[in-house]
């Protein structure tokens, strides 16, 4: 039987997937983050270093109490999950970065590169 908390929430964990991807290291990589980003429900976001994609996507299985009709046959990842520290008990998530659209990455791509730009300048200055 789920816990209280769930209950209580409203099963948001059941509402969206969070897939782990590859910090954004070259071109090729920011500009799949900004694709990902274009599509409605999609945000990434950064947590402890690490980077995900989460598409808002409700789980088949909820029925319309917002409760697992297949509980007792969940996968393995639904029977692993705590209620400890999940949103429904914790608002605050400790995203380190949050990107809910493409203009808002793009937003901080331009504002990285305005930071890195005056250290490439200072670098080359004292190597000639």
Same mark, same amino acid.
């Given at each position: 039987?789920?816990?209280?908390?769930?209950?209580?929430?409203?099963?948001? %964990?059941?509402?969206? $997937?969070?897939? @782990?991807?590859?910090?954004? !290291?070259?071109? #090729?990589? !920011?500009? +799949?983050?900004?694709?990902?980003?274009? +599509?409605?429900?999609?945000?990434?976001?950064? @947590?402890?270093? #690490?980077?995900? $994609?989460?598409?808002?996507? !409700? %789980? #088949? +299985?909820?029925?319309?109490?917002?409760? %697992? /009709?297949?509980?007792?046959?969940?996968?393995?990842?639904?029977?692993?999950?705590?209620?400890?520290?999940?949103?429904?008990?914790? $608002?605050?998530?400790?995203?380190?970065?949050?990107?809910?659209?493409?203009?808002?990455?793009?937003?901080?791509?331009? /504002?990285?590169? =305005?930071?890195?730009?005056?250290?490439?300048?200072? #670098? =080359?200055? /004292? /190597?000639?």
């Amino acid at each position: 039987m789920p816990s209280d908390a769930c209950t209580r929430c409203g099963a948001k %964990c059941c509402r969206y $997937l969070a897939l @782990e991807i590859d910090k954004p !290291r070259d071109r #090729r990589t !920011r500009e +799949h983050i900004r694709w990902y980003l274009s +599509h409605r429900g999609v945000q990434v976001f950064v @947590e402890k270093g #690490r980077w995900y $994609l989460q598409v808002a996507t !409700r %789980c #088949r +299985h909820l029925d319309a109490h917002g409760r %697992c /009709s297949t509980y007792a046959d969940r996968p393995a990842i639904c029977r692993s999950y705590v209620t400890d520290n999940c949103e429904g008990t914790d $608002l605050e998530y400790g995203y380190k970065l949050l990107f809910r659209n493409d203009a808002e990455w793009d937003a901080y791509l331009a /504002s990285m590169a =305005k930071r890195t730009r005056p250290q490439a300048a200072r #670098r =080359k200055r /004292s /190597s000639g």
